[in-house]
């Protein structure tokens, strides 16, 4: 690893290949107290560490053209496990996004992307390599009416699977249709309302544990939402979407669900080498679990970054989230319909030249798990250390 890192640095280059592409490769070495998020909560041995390299290449692009904007993203990694060799994978990700103007009054965006990844062991009662895609296509318009009013209007698809044949039932596709309004200030600030109807359509069956019946977890979700993009002043910006959101599901109309849904994200930055972040949410989301399908999360999260000189960044993050499940039917005296975890980071980015930077970053989780879910309790935490070079 220290020579795979060392390369990196040999031939750095002194200026950037071109103001549209930028190239860059990436080697990171990493150590994780508990991989496979085992529960360990009353026997600390059941933790089984391991340590892993990252090896990365990719590409970014950015090319206006007149008052069009192309930008597109591409990259490969490598990930190899000292212990668990068995979860040595290539992830590959790629994203393009066409940020488009038709005269004065009418823009959007036009996009894609792709990720494949190692699934997290926290989401899944298994140690089998699960390699987990997300392929999503998304358009959008806005129409300005009037330099104070504006429409707009969207489309997303979102796919998700997994290749483990025993997750199959998991796989999913998202489907989101959305349009709205917003008054728009002379601060620039956007205040309004955004309707919007998400689909969930699973292609693959799963079963009641309970029954041995089929079925069937898509579902309907219907929103109407305040849309805040608020300036408040000159370091602090404020945004809320949130409202009221209806759940249906195509079976097992147990799960069911209704109410306010929302998230709210404050951004202060009183100095310029310090920025503050905080946020919190109650929304209704999808469950990968077989007792279990859908979850009502609520939580909340903070950040802050420092940057005493032009080469030295410091950040730290904390972040709590509840999930309340709703069990299928047939589901008597399931005790644990809620988990809860903690994450706390921290973490060093020194940009050694101006095309060299490396990073070290530290953290420590832990979750009370639900029993109904499969998601079990653990404790872990790691450390990890990247350096990049941009060409």
């Known amino acids: 690893m220290p020579l795979i890192i060392s390369g990196l640095f040999a031939p750095a280059a002194r200026a950037q290949i071109s103001d549209t592409i930028h190239p860059y490769v990436s080697a990171g070495y990493a150590y994780d107290d508990n991989l496979l998020r085992r529960d360990n909560t009353n026997n600390a041995d059941a933790a089984q560490s391991d340590t892993y390299t990252t090896l990365i290449a990719g590409v970014a692009l950015e090319r206006p053209i007149g008052r069009q904007r192309v930008t597109a993203s591409a990259r490969a990694s490598k990930v190899a496990f000292n212990r668990f060799t068995e979860l040595d994978y290539t992830g590959k990700d790629a994203a393009a996004e066409w940020k488009w103007q038709v005269g004065n009054q009418l823009s959007g965006h036009l996009g894609a992307s792709y990720s494949e990844s190692l699934a997290s062991f926290a989401d899944f009662q298994s140690t089998a390599r699960n390699i987990r895609t997300d392929n999503k296509r998304y358009v959008d318009a806005n129409y300005l009416l009037h330099p104070s009013w504006q429409v707009h209007a969207g489309y997303t698809n979102e796919r998700f699977g997994f290749d483990l044949p025993s997750q199959s039932y998991n796989n999913r596709t998202e489907k989101t249709v959305e349009t709205g309004f917003d008054y728009?200030?002379?601060?620039?600030?956007?205040?309004?309302?955004?309707f919007r109807q998400l689909e969930g359509v699973y292609p693959t069956q799963g079963l009641n544990q309970v029954t041995g019946l089929p079925v069937d977890n898509g579902y309907k979700q219907d929103e109407v939402k305040f849309n805040v993009n608020w300036i408040a002043s000159g370091v602090t910006q404020v945004t809320f979407l949130g409202g009221w959101v209806n759940r249906r599901h195509n079976t097992e109309k147990l799960r069911d669900d209704s109410g306010a849904n929302g998230r709210l994200i404050?951004?202060?930055?009183?100095?310029?080498?310090t920025q503050f972040n905080g946020m919190i949410w109650r929304e209704f989301g999808a469950a990968e679990g077989t007792l279990v399908n859908s979850a009502l999360s609520t939580g909340a999260s903070a950040g802050a970054s420092w940057s005493p000189t032009a080469k030295l960044s410091y950040n730290a993050n904390v972040k709590y989230e509840k999930r309340d499940f709703e069990p299928l039917s047939g589901v008597s005296g399931?005790?644990?319909?809620?988990?809860?975890?903690?994450?706390?980071?921290?973490?060093?980015?020194?940009q050694a030249w101006r095309q060299v930077s490396l990073n070290l970053n530290g953290f420590t989780t832990r979750r009370d798990g639900s029993a109904a879910a499969a998601t079990s309790s653990f404790r872990a935490k790691g450390v990890s250390f990247n350096a990049t070079v941009k060409f």
């Open 184 to 194: 728009i200030a002379s601060s620039g600030s956007t205040f309004g309302l955004v």
């Open 266 to 273: 404050v951004n202060w930055s009183p100095l310029g080498h």
């Open 334 to 350: 399931l005790g644990g319909l809620t988990d809860n975890s903690r994450t706390a980071s921290v973490g060093v980015t020194y």
